[in-house]
């Protein structure tokens, strides 16, 4: 069986994101200095992070 290769920090997925949404990521980043690459980055990672917290308070069984 052939292995899958290690992820690298290079490695990405294309999405569809509306070009007005994306229009207003840019404008945000560009008066922040930062790169839209990042900006989705982070905003999927607190997206995580937050959902990994909401589940955390729902009692277990």
């Not at 990521?25 to 008066?31: A, H, I, Q, R, T």
């Not at 839209?36 to 997206?47: G, L, M, N």
């Amino acid at each position: 069986m052939s292995e899958k290769p290690e992820a690298t920090v290079d490695d990405c997925i294309c999405t569809d994101i509306p070009k007005a949404l994306y229009d207003r990521v840019e404008d945000y980043c560009k008066s922040r200095g930062i790169a839209p690459s990042e900006f989705i980055f982070d905003a999927i990672s607190e997206k995580l992070f937050s959902i990994h917290r909401e589940r955390r308070r729902k009692p277990r069984l």
